[in-house]
T-cell receptor, first 115, second 117 residues
Framework: AQSVTQLDSHVSVSEGTPVLLRCNYS??????LFWYVQHPNKGLQLLLK??????LVKGINGFEAEFKKSETSFHLTKPSAHMSDAAEYFC?????????????FGTGTRLTIIP | DTAVSQTPKYLVTQMGNDKSIKCEQN?????MYWYKQDSKKFLKIMFS???????INETVPNRFSPKSPDKAHLNLHINSLELGDSAVYFC????????????????FGPGTRLTVT
């Protein structure tokens, strides 16, 4: 079985300050982990993914995440928040079998940016 | 060009009706998925198809019937709609998972907001 827990349902930061969105995972196998972002009334877009290569993963728009096996964490960070970062963020764990991939989503963290 | 497209974008209908949502991808992927996002933003997979073959069926009521006429299309038909079916439905696609490959990105469509009254 696999699951992810997003520790905060809502995070508010001021523009220009760092962002930290927390995610813990549980997986029976060596996991693939993703962060997806959903802007209001839009579909989901991949921010970054971890697939057992480098533990520090860089994504789009200045986001990065670090895979820590000892802590079973995959927290998302950004040094300086922009107004355009306001969105819903989903931490996702993947279980892959030949022919398909099953994603299990966290419950999401709404990021609000204060001007 | 839109990679994964869905029609319609909004669908308002009454209980008991039958409706369909269409999905098309032009990425050349072999695998397609349907997800349901509820009012609390929780996303859960419903189905996945690989080369027109059903691979995942996640305890979805049999009122929901996916149909894949070809690799580029995966439509979702819903019979006897209920209030609880109101949600946003997302289609997604990805390449086929091959031996030695841990994971691929899934590309999502813009969603179809279904409202059942």
């Amino acid at each position: 079985a696999q699951s992810v827990t997003q520790l905060d349902s809502h995070v508010s930061v001021s523009e220009g300050t760092p962002v930290l969105l927390r995610c813990n995972y549980s997986s029976s196998y060596s996991p693939s982990l993703f962060w997806y972002v959903q802007h209001p009334n839009k579909g989901l877009q991949l921010l970054l993914k971890y697939t057992s290569a480098a533990t520090l993963v860089k994504g789009i728009n200045g986001f990065e995440a670090e895979f820590k096996k000892s802590e079973t964490s995959f927290h998302l960070t950004k040094p300086s928040a922009h107004m355009s970062d306001a969105a819903e963020y989903f931490c996702v764990v993947s279980l892959s079998n030949f022919g398909n991939e099953k994603l299990t989503f966290g419950t999401g963290t709404r990021l609000t940016i204060i001007p | 060009d839109t990679a994964v497209s869905q029609t319609p974008k909004y669908l308002v209908t009454q209980m008991g009706n039958d409706k369909s949502i269409k999905c098309e991808q032009n990425l050349g992927h072999d695998t397609m998925y349907w997800y349901k996002q509820d009012s609390k933003k929780f996303l859960k997979i419903m189905f996945s198809y690989n080369n027109k073959e059903l691979i995942i069926n996640e305890t979805v009521p049999n009122r929901f019937s996916p149909k894949s006429p070809d690799k580029a299309h995966l439509n979702l038909h819903i019979n006897s709609l209920e209030l609880g079916d109101s949600a946003v439905y997302f289609c997604a696609s990805s390449p086929t998972i091959l031996a030695g490959v841990s994971s691929y990105e899934q590309y999502f469509g813009p969603g179809t907001r279904l409202t059942v009254t």
